[in-house]
């Protein structure tokens, strides 16, 4: 759902009076510039941040992932939008053009997260290296993008939920144009705070891995539970053409029982122990030249004579 104007308040948090734009105050060389982006951006430099201290934890350096991010950031926004506009063409068929608006939002993240597994295949390919750590990385940096990124959606005045008529202490109020508040479930918050859980969590069970490949699946099993939930709320989901099948949703719960059969299969049937991590990896001793075959030491005569000493 979209709203282009009214004040937005959140009561059960002591918020009244909110009156966000979409842009910033002034332009840029004759261009907006919108607040969407401007936070998505916010939430990847964050996340790079992250990287960038954690990065050696995963048994890699930040010049291989940066070679990462540069294959999967470029092919997780494209996908994103791909995502978008195939489940709303209608939005687009009379202006195609418009479909590369990005910076007017609509990108949809389960998109980003599957262009963004195509670049790291691509990247462990030509690099060749192996892609389970790279993916670790990569969940803990979706889940900052998420929860920060998700806020651009607030400033976009999309992303609410259902209506509520209740006093639920997270409901969100929107002003209509008629001067009328009507309270909504503020999903783009829900989900902000959702991730926010989850990279708390992640974080600090990152330390304690026991297989590369562990904290990715954890993140699709964490976020497809909660995206399960609160896609149900929403009231601007992707559907799958005229059916009442939300994408979104499907797509969550899908993921979230193949990430859970994944780690039960590997914890009862695999049992790691970590040692085959790359971070744990240890390069084979050289093998140590052979002694050369010691010489017979020289007789004190030999000495004085080879040092062309004469003796007293």
């Known amino acids: 759902m979209f709203f282009d104007a009214g004040t937005i308040?959140?009561?059960?948090?002591?918020?009244?009076?909110?009156?966000?734009?979409r842009t910033l105050p002034f332009s840029v060389f004759g261009k907006e510039i919108y607040l969407y982006g401007l936070v998505i951006a916010l939430g990847f430099l964050l996340a790079i941040v992250y990287t960038r201290i954690r990065v050696r934890q995963f048994g890699t350096n930040f010049d291989l992932v940066t070679d990462a991010i540069l294959?999967?950031?470029?092919?997780?926004?494209v996908c994103a939008r791909i995502y978008y506009v195939a489940f709303r063409w209608d939005n687009f068929k009379d202006n195609p053009i418009s479909a590369l608006y990005i910076w007017e939002g609509g990108i949809a993240i389960y998109g980003g997260v599957i262009g963004a597994i195509l670049g790291?295949?691509?990247f462990s390919k030509i690099k060749k290296q192996k892609i389970t750590p790279y993916l670790d990385i990569m969940a803990l940096g979706?889940?900052?993008?998420?929860?920060?990124?998700?806020w651009g959606n607030f400033f976009n005045r999309e992303c609410y939920g259902a209506e509520?008529?209740?006093?639920?202490?997270?409901?969100?109020?929107?002003?209509g144009a008629d001067g009328v508040v009507h309270y909504w479930h503020p999903a783009f918050l829900y989900e902000s705070l959702w991730n926010l859980a989850g990279f708390i969590a992640l974080h600090f069970l990152s330390k304690k891995r026991k297989y590369d490949g562990q904290t990715f699946l954890q993140y699709v099993a964490w976020y497809g539970l909660g995206r399960f939930w609160i896609e149900g709320l929403?009231?601007?989901?992707?559907y799958i053409g005229s059916t009442d099948l939300r994408v979104s949703q499907l797509l969550a719960g899908v993921s979230f029982v193949a990430a859970v059969i994944a780690m039960l299969y590997?914890?009862?049937?695999?049992?790691?122990?970590?040692?085959?991590?790359?971070?744990n990896r240890r390069p084979e001793p050289a093998a140590e030249p052979e002694a050369a075959e010691a010489e017979p030491e020289a007789t004190a005569e030999e000495a004085v004579e080879n040092e062309g000493v004469c003796r007293p």
Do not use: W
């Open 9 to 21: 308040s959140f009561p059960g948090l002591g918020i009244e009076g909110i009156n966000p734009s």
């Open 71 to 77: 294959f999967a950031v470029p092919m997780a926004i």
């Open 120 to 122: 790291l295949l691509l």
């Open 142 to 150: 979706l889940l900052i993008g998420q929860l920060i990124g998700r």
């Open 164 to 175: 509520i008529f209740n006093n639920f202490f997270l409901r969100m109020g929107i002003e």
């Open 234 to 238: 929403r009231t601007d989901s992707l």
């Open 266 to 279: 590997i914890r009862l049937y695999k049992n790691p122990d970590g040692s085959k991590m790359l971070v």
